[in-house]
């Protein structure tokens, strides 16, 4: 097994091999560089995969304590994942003369004043945040009555106004409809929310307990249909002596009481909510 001295020493300019393995240089400042980034074995395994190097941390401690080497490419990746811009001196301790214009005292020195700014942690490199990805919902052309059906006090509607409008697919049930219309106030929250689409099959009649579109007096509601025997019979005795239910509209905020539909009044069903 290689010796690990725990710290690096420089070599003489004629650089030998044999000395750098019996020093382990090459697995100290692998493990003097993880430590100095704060990061754990195992943090840097998973680096190690952004440069497409795939290891366990037993093989990354072998190669820290002297026991194995990485190859050319891993060592490579290594200086990619630790910031190491300068393997011949961080893996050697020799400077390369020919290109450098300070002798190895002047280059300790400047070695010394980095690992001080570093060390105060005062000229870390700004992390750009990562933008994230941003999905554009797919729309869909829909038929939209251009006013809004009140769940509320009431507003007028116009069956015959419609205009197409792209709403997002995710809103939009798997359930046949034929058109939408925009929920007006809260009287049906939280079931169904001020501005909120809804989607209308028209039909002609609803069970109690079913929510639809409803037509009173000339204005458009969504409320929850139900029925009960009515007060005065006599209003909803049709001629063949059949008893009508009267219609109630009732709606899930409690703040709204149930609204009784008189035989005086102009009252249709549009059609039934459907839902997603």
Not at 104 to 118: P, S
């Amino acid at each position: 097994m290689a010796k690990n001295s725990g710290s690096l020493h420089f070599l003489p300019d004629s650089f030998r091999v044999d000395k750098a393995r019996e020093q382990n240089l090459i697995g100290c400042k692998i493990s003097a560089a993880r430590r100095s980034a704060h990061m754990k074995q195992a943090e840097l395994v998973q680096k190690l995969t952004q440069y497409g190097i795939h290891i366990t941390v037993t093989s990354l401690h072998r190669w820290e304590v002297g026991e194995n080497v990485p190859s050319g490419y891993q060592l490579l990746a290594l200086c990619h994942a630790l910031n190491i811009t300068d393997g011949l001196q961080a893996f050697t301790g020799v400077i390369a003369q020919r290109s450098d214009p300070l002798n190895r005292a002047g280059r300790q020195l400047v070695n010394d004043y980095e690992q001080m700014l570093i060390d105060s942690g005062r000229y870390e490199p700004v992390k750009r945040p990562q933008r994230t990805k941003v999905h554009m919902p797919v729309l869909r052309s829909v038929l939209v009555n251009i006013n809004k059906a009140s769940a509320g006090s009431g507003d007028y509607l116009n069956e015959e106004a419609f205009e197409t409008r792209q709403l997002p697919e995710t809103l939009i049930p798997d359930e046949p409809f034929d058109f939408a219309v925009q929920v007006d106030g809260n009287s049906m929250e939280p079931s169904f929310m001020n501005g909120q689409y809804v989607f209308v099959k028209t039909c002609s009649h609803l069970y109690p307990g079913e929510i639809g579109l409803f037509i009173v007096d000339g204005d458009g509601y969504i409320k929850e249909y139900d029925e009960e025997t009515p007060d005065e019979s006599d209003e909803y005795l049709s001629s063949d002596g059949v008893l009508h239910m009267q219609p109630v509209l009732v709606s899930h905020n409690p703040d709204y009481k149930p609204r009784k539909i008189t035989s005086d009044q102009d009252f249709r069903i549009v059609g039934r909510i459907v839902t997603r």
